[in-house]
């Protein structure tokens, strides 16, 4: 997936919070490829992927608009691996084409390629640089409840199925603690751009 442009991939566990610290670099001017918006994109109604898991689960998996429902998804993945291995292999292709597609066409000096399954789909052997959005799990936990609003059980699924915080720290080149205060995270943020920005000049 590396192309002729310096990709920087960056992952972190459920409510680590990816967003906050890519729309930093955003705002620095930095290209971000977002795997969960192609994912969302990949599933629209008319998009073959829907078709496909509305041709498997019927029109229950579907809201009242025709959208995918995702509640509905995510509860049949997490009762049954081979939902989720049939659902991963119909996505994967289709999703890392994408990313490939939008890395190449990226005019910034590097290009974020935001990931959440970096780790787990092993996305960080085919970029130049891991970084790694890290903070404790109980901050996880508390951080997504207020986001999504939803039940502690299912967020520590959710966990349960990501790859562990030592497992992402492992492939980390550079790592951002996203525990503190914002401003120690916009700090971060500036120091790692331009270390990335010389990197960039070196390919």
């Known amino acids: 997936m590396v192309v ?19 729309d930093l670099f955003a705002k620095l001017g930095i290209e971000i490829i977002d795997a969960d918006l192609i994912a969302r994109e990949a599933v629209e109604p008319g998009k073959p992927a829907l078709k496909a898991i509305v041709d498997k689960f019927g029109l229950a998996v579907l ?32 999703i890392r084409q994408q990313m490939l597609l939008q890395t190449q066409q990226a005019k910034s000096a590097y290009c974020l390629l935001s990931v959440p399954l970096l780790v787990e789909n092993k996305l960080n052997e085919q970029v130049d640089r891991v970084v790694i959005v890290d903070v404790d799990e109980q901050t996880q936990l508390q951080r997504t409840l207020l986001r999504d609003k939803t039940n502690a059980p299912q ?11 030592q497992q992402r ?19 971060q943020v500036a120091h790692l751009h331009q270390h990335y920005l010389q990197f960039a000049k070196q390919i």
């Open 155 to 165: 967020i520590r699924a959710i966990m349960n199925a990501q790859a562990t915080r």
């Open 169 to 187: 720290l492992a492939v980390a080149d550079d790592i951002i603690d996203n525990n503190g205060k914002a401003n120690d995270l916009i700090k």
């Open 63 to 94: 809201d009242d608009s025709g959208y995918l429902n995702r509640a509905k998804l995510r509860t049949l993945v997490f009762e049954d691996s081979e939902v989720k291995n049939w659902l991963n292999e119909l996505l994967h292709p289709v």
């Open 4 to 22: 002729s442009d310096y990709v920087v991939g960056i992952s972190g566990g459920i409510g680590s919070g990816k967003t906050t610290v890519t």
